[in-house]
């Protein structure tokens, strides 16, 4: 709080400490979103803008993480809202690793001996190619629910959604991703 | 053949399944293909998400930097915005000002003399009126006396005159 109110009255030094406590947590957050690295310095960066301009509204009544966690998610929502979404991936669009780290999944290739660095990144961006072609609600419910485990109530605090609503979006995100992903199986050439 | 198990693969992630659960899936899908390629594509969704998650960037070296100029720039730009905001807001208040001022000046040098021409013109019209009478009495006097009698106060009788 001391730290809120030092950067409020204007104290750079203290909103710089704030930047450099919290950044890590705003980029993991952002990078849940975004597959460009690029994009993910711009939410960041967004994220703390909007922070310094209304660190006023915060009251210190909750932590100040929580409340960043709040702005990081509005700021990751706004900015999917806005970008240009994929109509559809299809296996046509996949990158020659996409298709070998898919075949791998189909062929029951996922055991420990078969992870590796370069696969798990090849993972992590099919996963982020799938997940741009979903409703940016979609992403968001997914991203959190699914992807960093987090409860239904977690996200009605951090969005303001209903209860009901979180529900409902996470069952018909969870139906798009997995039709979608269908889809890239079954033109699988090796599928089972 | 089980109730279709899609929509309860719908309901949660794959990995939250219940040991009993798991059980009513399984035992579905070896007897429905619809339901086990769905059961595929779920498990695989799963996977790439817990992918999704691992995967981690780090702020640059220069990202602080650029966020701490980027504010400067903005309050800059904001103190140039308030400046035109001042400055249109004075301009604003100088045109009432001397709008007010017009418009005393016009009340106090153009309303009386008008008022004054209209009260000697009431009394050109009725010079017989009360207040002509008194304002103007020693007017009326000199007008009274016939031009003889001025003449006779000039000089002196007819007599003289003639003399």
Redesign the interface.
């Given at each position: 709080m001391d730290l809120a109110r030092l950067a409020r009255e204007g104290d750079e030094s203290a909103f710089a400490e704030i930047m450099r406590r919290y950044s890590p947590r705003v980029f993991n957050f952002a990078n849940r979103f975004f597959r460009e690295r690029s994009q993910v310095e711009d939410a960041a960066q967004e994220v703390f803008l909007k922070a310094f301009t209304e660190l006023r509204s915060f009251e210190g009544r909750g932590s100040l993480e929580g409340w960043l966690t709040r702005i990081t998610t509005n700021t990751c929502l706004n900015m999917l809202r806005s970008s240009k979404r994929r109509p559809e991936l299809k296996s046509s669009d996949l990158t020659e690793d996409e298709s070998g780290w898919l075949e791998g999944q189909m062929a029951g290739l996922a055991s420990e001996q078969h992870k590796s660095v370069e696969r798990s990144m090849v993972a992590a961006d099919l996963a982020g190619r799938v997940l741009a072609t979903l409703p940016p609600e979609d992403q968001l419910v997914l991203t959190m629910m699914d992807g960093e485990d987090a409860s239904v109530k977690e996200i009605v605090k951090l969005t303001g959604w209903s209860e009901s609503k979180v529900k409902v979006k996470a069952f018909r995100a969870r139906r798009r991703m997995r039709e979608a992903v269908e889809q890239l199986l079954a033109r699988q050439p090796n599928k089972r | 053949m089980t109730k279709h198990i899609i929509e309860l693969?719908?309901?949660k992630?794959f990995d939250r399944f219940s040991e009993a659960e798991m059980v009513t899936i399984r035992q579905h899908i070896s007897n429905c293909a619809e339901c086990e390629?769905?059961f595929?594509?779920?498990r695989?969704?799963?996977?790439?998400?817990?992918?999704?998650?691992?995967?981690?960037?780090?702020?640059?070296a220069f990202?602080?930097t650029?966020?701490?100029a980027?504010?400067r720039e903005?309050e800059a730009s904001n103190e140039v915005w308030n400046f035109g905001r001042l400055w249109r807001a004075t301009s604003a208040l100088a045109s009432s000002m001397v709008a007010t001022v017009a418009a005393l000046a016009v009340l106090t040098l153009v309303l009386p003399a008008e008022t004054s021409v209209t009260s000697q013109e009431t009394v050109s019209v009725n010079r017989y009126s009360a207040e002509a009478v008194i304002l103007n009495q020693s007017q009326f006097g000199e007008e009274l006396q016939s031009d003889s009698q001025v003449l006779t106060t000039l000089y002196g009788s007819e007599e003289e005159v003639v003399r």
């Amino acid at each position: 709080m001391d730290l809120a109110r030092l950067a409020r009255e204007g104290d750079e030094s203290a909103f710089a400490e704030i930047m450099r406590r919290y950044s890590p947590r705003v980029f993991n957050f952002a990078n849940r979103f975004f597959r460009e690295r690029s994009q993910v310095e711009d939410a960041a960066q967004e994220v703390f803008l909007k922070a310094f301009t209304e660190l006023r509204s915060f009251e210190g009544r909750g932590s100040l993480e929580g409340w960043l966690t709040r702005i990081t998610t509005n700021t990751c929502l706004n900015m999917l809202r806005s970008s240009k979404r994929r109509p559809e991936l299809k296996s046509s669009d996949l990158t020659e690793d996409e298709s070998g780290w898919l075949e791998g999944q189909m062929a029951g290739l996922a055991s420990e001996q078969h992870k590796s660095v370069e696969r798990s990144m090849v993972a992590a961006d099919l996963a982020g190619r799938v997940l741009a072609t979903l409703p940016p609600e979609d992403q968001l419910v997914l991203t959190m629910m699914d992807g960093e485990d987090a409860s239904v109530k977690e996200i009605v605090k951090l969005t303001g959604w209903s209860e009901s609503k979180v529900k409902v979006k996470a069952f018909r995100a969870r139906r798009r991703m997995r039709e979608a992903v269908e889809q890239l199986l079954a033109r699988q050439p090796n599928k089972r | 053949m089980t109730k279709h198990i899609i929509e309860l693969l719908d309901e949660k992630p794959f990995d939250r399944f219940s040991e009993a659960e798991m059980v009513t899936i399984r035992q579905h899908i070896s007897n429905c293909a619809e339901c086990e390629k769905a059961f595929e594509a779920a498990r695989v969704s799963t996977v790439l998400l817990n992918e999704r998650k691992a995967s981690t960037h780090e702020p640059s070296a220069f990202f602080q930097t650029r966020v701490l100029a980027r504010l400067r720039e903005r309050e800059a730009s904001n103190e140039v915005w308030n400046f035109g905001r001042l400055w249109r807001a004075t301009s604003a208040l100088a045109s009432s000002m001397v709008a007010t001022v017009a418009a005393l000046a016009v009340l106090t040098l153009v309303l009386p003399a008008e008022t004054s021409v209209t009260s000697q013109e009431t009394v050109s019209v009725n010079r017989y009126s009360a207040e002509a009478v008194i304002l103007n009495q020693s007017q009326f006097g000199e007008e009274l006396q016939s031009d003889s009698q001025v003449l006779t106060t000039l000089y002196g009788s007819e007599e003289e005159v003639v003399r």
